[in-house]
């Protein structure tokens, strides 16, 4: 397909306009006036070949430095004249040297440069004296240098641009492994933190149903009930949290464009560990609550602490059963502080079985997505204790789970 004018890049058109420029301020005067040396036809062929070369001098720099250092030798030894000064001092050889210099390696444009000025020096040394009373001069190698210096430092700053571009968009990328990592660390802790928490109430529930069926079949009814009520709440708590992931750019749905129909379910806060530990109590769990109404934190956090006191009281009812546990959560000028201790395990036939280890590290990296601490060890009368620390001000991870809650919300 053939391009016209208006087709062509802007670089190839400011090239263009250059050539165009040389000729016609530099050669043009001297074939209108007819003041230039030598025929009239070797002043438009040698001005032109000088001119012409420059319109493709950011393509192929080295081919055009080559010919405008070709044909000034030529003119300088022809005794032709085709620019307004005396030998042919006209842009072309700064112009091609400066390019050089801007688009190469310094050592291949230093090297092209000085062997096309001692080409052209060379020449118009050897024009002094073969052709005297034209008045020739070397001022050639004079303009060469400081434009292959102008070129080198602006193909210098055009590196550094093109290697901080590169810096920030490596970042940038780097920025949204990380984002989307955090993401499905979230995910991923939530799923195993709603599963494992509704799968062993529904194991002592169920427990509970099987002893009391046949003496006490009204208990059993009420476990039964609450077995469903568990399973439909943690049905809603996964819509919510796979929720999140049906607006992702490219995310298809599927399975979880199915679980998530239907309206959003807002996320837990501070205030549904209260609801948390009551639905333990009413098992018959011996829980005790210090939550004070004014503690707070940013959503993300107070959530993410929400998922930590499930996951310490799913530990306790699986691994300790009913037993003794407090639960604190306290906010101060350090941050959001939250502890749960159990007594040493009695032996009972309520346990959910051991479990795979995974919460205690999901924990962890729950807790490190908002640069916090976690502190998971035994205790010298053979209980637990889980202590968790969230900082006072978030880091720009938080703040991006800050953004991601907005979204969601809206």
């Known amino acids: 397909m053939r391009l016209g004018r208006s087709d062509l890049p802007w670089p190839d058109l400011l090239d263009i306009a250059l050539a165009v420029g040389s000729f016609g301020l530099f050669t043009l005067p001297v074939l209108l006036r007819g003041s230039g040396h030598g025929p009239t036809a070797a002043i438009l062929v040698l001005g032109t070949a000088a001119a012409v070369p420059l319109a493709a001098r950011r393509a192929v720099p080295v081919p055009v430095l080559v010919t ?20 042919n001092a006209g842009p072309a050889l700064g112009i091609a040297v400066l390019t050089a210099a801007d688009r190469l390696p310094r050592q ?29 001069n070397a001022i050639q190698l004079v303009l060469a240098i400081p434009a292959w210096l102008v070129g080198y430092a602006f193909g210098t700053r055009r590196q550094a641009e093109r290697r901080l571009r590169a810096e920030t968009a490596d970042r940038a990328r780097e920025t949204e492994r990380r984002v989307r990592a955090e993401e499905r660390v979230r995910v991923s802790a939530d799923v195993h933190d709603i599963v494992s928490h509704t799968l062993s109430m529904i194991a002592v529930r169920s427990g509970v149903a099987r002893v009391v069926l046949e003496q006490r079949p009204e208990e059993a009814l009420a476990a039964l009930s609450a077995i469903e009520t568990a399973s439909r709440s943690a049905l809603d708590e996964l819509r919510a949290v796979l929720h999140s992931l049906r607006d992702a750019p490219g995310d298809p749905l599927g399975t979880a464009g199915a679980l998530t129909a239907g309206p959003a379910v807002d996320r837990p806060t501070l205030a549904h560990i209260r609801s948390l530990v009551d639905n333990l109590r009413d098992d018959g769990f011996p829980i005790t609550l210090t939550l004070s109404e004014t503690a707070g934190a940013p959503p993300p956090v107070e959530e993410s602490a929400y998922r ?87 880091t720009s991870r938080t703040t991006h789970a800050d953004r991601s809650e907005g979204k969601r919300r809206g």
């Open 68 to 87: 405008v250092s070709l044909v000034l030798a030529v003119a300088a030894l022809a005794d032709v004249g085709f620019t307004v000064f005396h030998s």
């Open 308 to 394: 930590v006191v499930q996951e310490a009281l799913t530990n306790v009812v699986r691994h300790a059963g009913r037993v003794t546990t407090s639960v604190e959560v306290t906010s101060g000028p350090d941050g959001l502080s939250i502890s749960v201790l159990n007594a040493a395990p009695v032996a009972g036939p309520y346990g959910a079985g051991p479990g795979s280890g995974h919460g205690l590290a999901g924990m962890r990296d729950r807790v490190a997505l908002h640069e916090g601490t976690v502190t998971a060890d035994p205790c010298p009368d053979g209980g637990y204790a889980v202590r968790v620390q969230f900082p006072l001000r978030s």
């Open 108 to 136: 291949v444009s230093l090297r092209a440069s000085v062997a096309a000025v001692g080409l052209v020096t060379t020449a118009e040394l050897t024009a002094m004296q073969l052709h005297p009373a034209t008045g020739q």
